[in-house]
């Protein structure tokens, strides 16, 4: 299977703790985001990498979020502190040419 | 600030019948909209897109139509087919390769 893949794809924490999410992007696609949607939104965005830059942060993403894509290839997600509003789907999507991003499964954090 | 809106939670459809999902955009900017499928537990699945210099794009039972001028697209699906049933999410961007700003969705029911 070459599609995007994530891990892990369920992550229950209690307040407080930190969690880290992997995204392993479509072979040679050089961009790749970061996306998270909660219950009745849709997907917004966090992040995203060209290669191993990162060139845009969004508002949500704040100080207790880290992201990196350290070779270029995987990415990694980092929340600190976690709090219960960090509830929600983490989506990993990836890019190449054309217009479509192609989308991983999610990450779905609970945070008690 | 929604720059991407559904306006319609839900809707159902007969089997064999016409679905029409709609969307409404603000941003002028947008040059590119797409629409993703979702089922649960899944990330978005891309279905189909169009260009804004395109009014309509057709790829089997789906067709896309955008009316710039009242910001409007809309996804048409004929016939429906009970594995048409899930979400559906209106995506927009403004540059290739950019974050896509996502609508709310709309959960598609498509009875026997």
Same mark, same amino acid.
């Given at each position: 299977d070459t599609g995007v893949s994530q891990d892990p794809r369920h992550k229950i924490t209690k307040r407080g703790q930190n969690v880290t999410f992997r995204c392993d992007p479509i072979s040679e696609h050089n961009r790749l985001y970061w996306y998270r949607q909660t219950l009745g939104q849709g997907p917004e965005f966090l992040t995203y990498f060209q290669n191993e830059a990162q060139l845009e942060k969004s508002r949500l993403l704040s100080d207790r979020f880290s992201a990196e894509r350290p070779k270029g290839s995987f990415s990694t997600l980092e929340i600190q502190r976690t709090e219960q509003g960090d509830s929600a789907m983490y989506l990993c999507a990836s890019y190449a040419w054309g217009n479509e991003q192609f989308f991983g499964p999610g990450t779905r954090l609970t945070v008690l | 600030d929604q720059q991407?809106?559904?306006? %319609?939670? %839900?809707?159902?459809?007969?089997e064999g019948r016409i679905s029409i999902l709609n969307c409404d955009y603000t941003n002028s900017?947008?040059?590119?909209?797409?629409?993703?499928?979702?089922?649960?537990?899944?990330?978005?699945?891309?279905?189909? %897109?169009? %260009? $804004?210099?395109?009014?309509?794009?057709?790829?089997?039972?789906?067709?896309?139509? /955008?009316?710039?001028?009242?910001?409007? /697209?809309? /996804?048409?699906?004929?016939?429906?087919?009970?594995?048409? $049933?899930?979400?559906?999410?209106?995506?927009?961007?403004?540059?290739s390769g950019y974050a896509l700003n996502f609508g709310k969705g709309t959960s598609l029911l498509v009875t026997p």
């Open positions: - | 991407v809106k559904q306006n %319609s939670p %839900s809707l159902s459809v007969q900017m947008f040059d590119y909209f797409l629409w993703y499928k979702k089922y649960p537990a899944e990330g978005p699945t891309f279905l189909i %897109s169009i %260009s $804004s210099i395109k009014d309509k794009n057709e790829d089997g039972r789906f067709t896309v139509f /955008l009316n710039k001028s009242a910001k409007h /697209l809309s /996804l048409h699906i004929v016939p429906s087919q009970p594995g048409d $049933s899930a979400v559906y999410f209106c995506a927009a961007r403004a540059n």
